[in-house]
T-cell receptor
Framework: SQKIEQNSEALNIQEGKTATLTCNYT??????LQWYRQDPGRGPVFLLL?????KEKRKERLKVTFDTTLKQSLFHITASQPADSATYLC??????????FGSGTRLSIRP | DADVTQTPRNRITKTGKRIMLECSQT?????MYWYRQDPGLGLRLIYY???????NKGEISDGYSVSRQAQAKFSLSLESAIPNQTALYFC??????????????FGEGSRLTVL
């Protein structure tokens, strides 16, 4: 069956370092990947989209890569800040209806 | 005001009761979705609707039904709630783009507890 795995349930890093989150998929051929941020008690908020023919996407301190050979996406937050602490969800999609979410990685940035 | 509004935000009910979760949006999007979020399982799609006359089952539709009353309103019903339907429910909207990769806009969630 199709499966999305975010390989860390929780990640703790020091402020100022780069946070790297990983998302892997199996038995699936996604056309695109999205990353969302979710704060406690809130709905997820869209951050970035990358398509299968794109290797890398950047937005301010965020960078996403998409490797269809490794079946993996990496999500980087550079110069991390305590305000970046949240749960980050990856989602792979092959159409608007066929979006599969990972279970999330809870990121904590300590001052 | 929120673009995607869910009511109620919290609800505690008993096994066997009928429950309706409502969603309304002011984004003008045609596409609406209901997701369920459980710890360790991520978001799972229950039902989705691409326009008022279009309703489709998602990954986990058993035990649920939906109604698309208007472009802006999409309701989720549990006809006879059971404890394993205890979860956080999210409504979302999107608009189609050329690659069908439209980002999802989520509501704040409805936390349902079935005793």
């Amino acid at each position: 069956s199709q499966k999305i795995e975010q390989n860390s349930e929780a990640l703790n890093i020091q402020e100022g370092k780069t946070a790297t989150l990983t998302c892997n998929y199996t038995n699936y051929s996604p056309a695109y990947l999205q990353w969302y941020r979710q704060d406690p008690g809130r709905g997820p908020v869209f951050l970035l989209l990358i398509r299968e023919n794109e290797k890398e996407k950047r937005k301010e301190r965020l960078k996403v890569t998409f490797d269809t050979t490794l079946k993996q996406s990496l999500f980087h937050i550079t110069a991390s800040q305590p305000a970046d602490s949240a749960t980050y969800l990856c989602a792979f999609g092959s159409s608007a209806s066929k979006i599969i979410f990972g279970s999330g990685t809870r990121l904590s940035i300590r001052p | 005001d929120a673009d995607v509004t869910q009511t109620p935000r919290n609800r505690i009910t008993k096994t066997g009761k009928r429950i309706m979760l409502e969603c309304s949006q002011t984004k003008g999007h045609d596409r609406m979705y209901w997701y369920r979020q459980d710890p360790g399982l991520g978001l799972r799609l229950i039902y989705y609707s691409f326009d008022v006359k279009d309703i489709n089952k998602g990954e986990i539709s058993d035990g649920y039904s939906v109604s698309r009353q208007a472009q802006a309103k999409f309701s989720l019903s549990l006809e006879s709630a059971i404890p394993n339907q205890t979860a956080l429910y999210f409504c979302a909207t999107s608009e189609p783009d050329r690659g069908n990769t439209g980002e999802l806009f989520f509501g704040e969630g409805s936390r349902l507890t079935v005793l």
